[in-house]
């Protein structure tokens, strides 16, 4: 009778301690300053919110998944479990913005479990640091949901405050080259990732996502008053991702900063893909490279073959003299190989990746610019069409290697209505370039290269989530409207543009932008910069292989602008970023990983402007020659960008300089250091 | 030699006539208001324009398709034919807001064909009308695209001027059911139609869809600069439409007026649509009802079997009474049948659609109305579960046919991520309301209903596009907000709900709203409104079936309001909109199609208002008693809806009404036809 009694008092303390509804979960960053807040709401629907040093930046959003042949998954949960982890990892980047990389986060587990059959169970993992939060989903292995179709993933992002937006649209013309649109957020359509932004109070936060592997892109629908929700991009096979579990999506990111400068030195991304699998990567090699390129946008030769073939055998030797000559390890040539017919951008069908052109004389190129210390960088323009590639890839990729050719630029121009790919009915199916099959295919062909040592450098690429940490092959890409605009582009790329570039798109990771046009001429149309702000672009875009776009003669025309070129490193031991407005101006400092020296690029917009730039980055006591390429008095991207003023003065860091840009400008300065 | 000279003169005259761009195709419409103008750019890009008055209103929008296994079609075109036709076509509506409609247009086909291979072909047909533009693709027969899977269409509507939008979320939870936003259409996110507009300059323009047959719905996605493109309705097997070719897709619409009353005087939707297909339908009755419904809403009773169901033989008897004794001929039986589980919405997996539950005696009951004069309406709940609705379908109608129920009230609420259907793997796939899926689906109910002479209300349904014209016995739907939001909604419908319905939701077609509550009491929240706005609701909400929600004793305890609601048709031979903004109050007159009576409601939102209304609608020389029921002195939707005047005067066409509203308020009025 007792224990009778003890039993019904224990059971009345249960029920009486089962709460209506459970308190939320939180999980601080290391250091305080962001709170994310994880809750079950009445209907068992999971939310998450995040606060910054007590002010809600993120309100409460909903999590959760509608699949294409099972109920969805977004409610009826309770919180199964949870458990907590902390890390504080730094790591070290075998190339990159900086060497050392901080990584301290708290983790907060959540094990969501249906109430009502069949009892599904889904994970939610926050990594909550002090400048951003990630999270991503779990499919754990499960005998109620083991093949995982997914309609959509209706991840919300509530931004609590008004805010500006830096977006670009998703779904318009399957690419990613778009001038940015700066709008008020509630003016957002649907935006691809980056998407960044400056709320009322000042605070920028940049959405986007880290390890995008095995599947869908996401973009961020507009769902009004500040609110937006992921949408996946689509296949052409029903559910947007198919995937066995277990498994875990990518990383939905938060970048969060009170600068905009704060956001361009935030590690989130990187830190959330998975550590280095290619083990000894010392055969990554960044560098700086010329190419048979800007001729054919200028239209001075041709793709294809014909009179005026651009990949011919005597041209592409005088690049590797020019190459060998001024320190390039790089020299790109693109149409080498047969299939560039006068619609390849319309099929990709005639490719080959293995026979070069009878004018092209590849092994002998080959063997020639390997006497010269430099490479051949190869080059795989797909026209979007990996039915086409992907049976080549290997055979493309053993030519590669036989010939010491240890990157290669790949392209998917796809201008059919999406990359062609061969469907699981074994037809040609169209696909969006973001889409599951892609990030498939961009792993496929990164894996292989590492196999045979070959750096990847993808063109209309998938988007770039941070996977160089864990293929550090894959050197760059583009994503975004490059040089190339400036030469045809209508409109060509306004001032404004890279200075947007680096708030968005480069939040990402590495961009082969293709800087360093000097004589600023475009095909008939003038480019809207200086020359300083073409010296600048390599300072302040990063990448670990950095072309120098402009034509030969025109460097040898040049070559006191081109002396910067000449001298810049691709591969820098840290960054600092001094100043910066999304879409204004930026100044970013960075030194070199194999010197003592120092590099500084400063663009801006339209607006002139004088920036005062404190040079304590500099070690303190030591004297450094400071190489300045500075806008000169007349200069102007409308009227004059040739106006430059070339000086070198005596700085230590206790040293303040004021940067004067013209509108339009730049200004890029090396610091090189003295003996000690 | 005169011969090879008058040759070359030929073909230089030939040279210099043939134009880099042909000249814009144009068609007005036969008023000479719009004018729509098509061409082809250089790039072989086809675009459509439209004016007004000579005053650019659709700035060049583009057109075209993505395929998920073919090359896209959307440039490379020529045009290789037009052709033109005009119509003055009136047709006679068997039941309706007006009998007689005009359907006057001039129509342009542009035939385009595709300069490269494969030579593939698109028609593209306008029909210009002074109030309003469609235009549809039909992809005629032919070897090069037999099948046709689309991906995408992105068809554009780049709206010139700055405007405001009222408009809803597509994509949300795949339900139709949300408050509308109001706001610039450079804040629209992704929008269902119709959506409605009202420029700076005061025009207004909604944009929606005609004859949505065997494709997939359209919603419009904000892409910036108040430009618009399609987004189609996915489906959960790849492509959003699979159809063979020939075949013609829903057609685009753009009505235009110059006031918002003008949209909602505008029959664009029903001309666009195909003629009755039904042959004699006067077996399709327009009526009034009373259910076994709003009890469920407010709890007092059960869906489910149990001590509280509502669908017991009583209960349904005492209905039956009441509707006999009040004139109203149907009367509506919600949970009558087996599977309403606890959980019915979140499967529809154990519906029976031809099991009663025991304490429903289903045949005595439709016997019992019968005898009566009263009919039974039929309820097909399916949980949005038509993998197992389909199979019962004919059986649950040859049931409905046997007992003389004569129409029939579906449902598909579809919790679970979507519609069920059976997918080509023969699996269980989840789908859009809006799909391809349910577009057959809902055609098929329909034309299975008519050969059984029954007629079909849509509630949770695809959106409405006109196809009541085609399929006259597709009576009504919901599609929206209804009255169960006042019972339990979090926040009920607000004031201006219904004023935003009119202008917007009410553009496709027929809503069953489910009005009358006049005892103004929810689920323990009051409803935001007058009761004499709820009896307005009945001439400003169309529907030829119109319920009377309310609980039998609440009409019965306010006999004096009730009276208006048994006395209002549902079916008019006349319809008069006297004013209007959206979103804030509206007026409309429609006469009886039975007697030379007119009935006229005004609503109003949270404000209150007083209106001048000229009663020049009624015949000249003829005198109508007007039985008034307005807000009395103290009536406010927050304080007292209750407060109601109703009085008689003696008015004819000359005279002129200052109708005064109460805030949330409303104003009913019958004209009886005086004896001539």
Chains 1, 2 share one sequence.
Request: glycine share 8%; charged share 25%; with cysteine.
């Amino acid at each position: 009778m007792l224990q009778m009694i003890r039993m019904l008092i224990a059971l009345a303390a249960a029920l009486i301690a089962a709460p209506t509804l459970a308190a939320p979960i939180q999980v601080a960053s290391p250091g305080g300053v962001l709170t994310v807040s994880v809750d079950v709401n009445p209907d068992g629907r999971p939310g998450y919110s995040v606060s910054r040093l007590g002010r809600v930046v993120i309100a409460p959003s909903r999590l959760g998944f509608l699949f294409t042949d099972a109920p969805k998954l977004e409610r009826n949960f309770t919180i199964g479990g949870e458990s907590r982890r902390s890390a504080d990892e730094p790591w070290e980047q075998p190339w990159g913005e900086r060497r050392f990389v901080c990584n301290r986060y708290n983790e907060l587990r959540i094990q969501l479990t249906e109430k009502v059959t069949p009892g599904r169970r889904l994970d939610v993992v926050f990594r909550v640091y002090d400048d951003g939060v990630g999270f991503r989903y779990e499919f754990p292995q499960q005998a109620s949901l083991p093949q995982v179709n997914i309609a959509e993933e209706i991840t919300e992002f509530a931004v609590a405050d008004a805010a500006t937006a830096w977006w670009i649209p998703a779904f318009q013309w399957n690419r990613e080259e778009y001038l940015y649109n700066k709008t008020a957020i509630t003016e957002v359509g649907i935006a691809q990732t980056p998407m960044t932004l400056r709320t009322a109070n000042g605070l920028h936060i940049a959405f986007h996502e880290a390890a995008l592997v095995d599947y869908s892109g996401m973009n961020l629908q507009n769902e009004g008053h500040g609110r937006f929700r992921a949408v996946l991009t689509p296949s052409s096979e029903g559910a947007k991702v198919k995937r066995a579990a277990p498994f875990a999506t990518p990383w939905r990111t938060m970048q969060i900063a009170d600068s905009a400068a704060g956001l361009v030195m935030n590690d989130l991304i990187l830190n959330l893909n998975e550590p280095n699998r290619l083990g000894d990567v010392r055969w990554v090699k960044p560098f700086k490279y010329v190419g048979v390129w800007w001729e054919m946008h200028l239209d001075k030769s041709t793709w294809g073959p014909g009179p005026r073939h651009g990949a011919n055998t005597a041209n592409v030797r005088r690049h590797i003299d020019f190459a060998a000559s001024n320190g390039f390890r790089g020299v790109l040539v693109e149409g080498w190989n047969e299939g560039w017919n006068d619609d390849w951008f319309a099929s990709g069908k005639d490719f080959s990746f293995t026979k070069a052109y009878p004018d092209f004389d590849i092994e002998e190129l080959a063997r020639y610019a390997r006497s010269k210390g430099v490479r051949l960088i190869g080059h795989h323009e797909t026209a979007g069409n990996i039915a086409v590639y992907e049976p080549q890839l290997e055979a493309a990729l053993d030519l590669y290697q036989r010939l010491g050719i240890d990157a290669v630029k790949t392209g998917y121009v796809a201008d059919m209505g999406g990359v062609q790919a061969r469907g699981a009915d074994g037809r040609i199916h169209y696909e969006w370039h973001e889409g599951q099959v892609m990030a498939r295919h961009h792993l496929k062909v990164v894996t292989e290269a590492a196999k045979r040592r070959i750096a990847v450098n993808a063109h209309e690429p998938i988007k770039d989530t941070g996977l160089r940490r864990t293929y550090p092959n894959w050197v760059a890409r583009e994503g975004a409207r490059g040089m190339e605009f400036n030469a045809w582009g209508q409109p060509p790329n306004p001032p404004e543009h890279e200075a947007n570039l680096v708030f968005t798109r480069m939040l990402a990771g590495p961009m082969d932008f293709t800087p360093g046009v000097i004589s600023l001429e475009g095909k008939g149309q003038k480019i809207q910069s200086t020359i300083a702000k073409q010296l600048a672009l390599y300072v302040v875009l990063y990448s670990p292989i950095q072309m120098a776009a402009d034509l030969p003669e025109n460097y040898e025309a040049n070559p006191k602008p081109f002396q910067f070129i000449k001298d810049v490193p691709a591969d820098w031991s840290e960054t600092r970023v001094l100043n910066g407005e999304v879409g204004d101006f930026v100044t970013i400092a960075r030194k070199d990983r194999k010197s003592e020296n120092w590099y500084l690029g400063a663009i801006t917009d339209e607006q002139g402007r004088v920036l005062d730039v404190a040079l304590s980055f500099l070690t303190p006591g030591r004297k450094y020659r400071a190489q300045i390429y500075r806008d000169g008095p007349a200069a102007d991207y409308r009227t004059n960008g040739k106006d430059i003023v070339i000086e070198e003065r005596v700085v230590t860091s206790a040293d303040r300089l004021m940067l004067q840009l013209a509108p339009g400008g730049g200004q890029a300065i090396r610091f090189v250091a003295s003996e000690r």
